[in-house]
């Protein structure tokens, strides 16, 4: 069926070609001027804001939040998910 099909395409659509990677595109942005640099050093900043947004919510909700359910007596998610990933599993009739 899949070689039908294969056939059908090449026969109806002989002109395109498959591509696995698209050419490299030659750039013409100097890299070493002053507004470059500057919108870089933008990104920069904004790239880590973002990572370190990502590890405050990888903590789950930061430390405050952590300590507030451990005083609760509670569990942190990725702690409750690790227990429950390591607690042995029975099948029935095997256990």
Do not use: W
Request: proline share 7%; no cysteine; glycine share 6%.
């Amino acid at each position: 069926m899949r070689s039908v099909i294969q056939r059908t395409i090449r026969t109806t659509f002989p002109y395109v070609q498959r591509a696995y990677h698209a050419p490299v595109l030659p750039s013409n942005v100097p890299t070493s001027s002053p507004e470059f640099l500057l919108k870089a050093q933008a990104m920069d900043a904004l790239v880590a804001d973002v990572e370190a947004k990502m590890a405050e919510a990888r903590l789950g909700g930061g430390t405050k939040a952590a300590e507030r359910m451990r005083a609760k007596g509670k569990k942190l998610p990725r702690e409750r998910s690790a227990d429950s990933s390591s607690a042995p599993t029975y099948t029935d009739g095997e256990g």
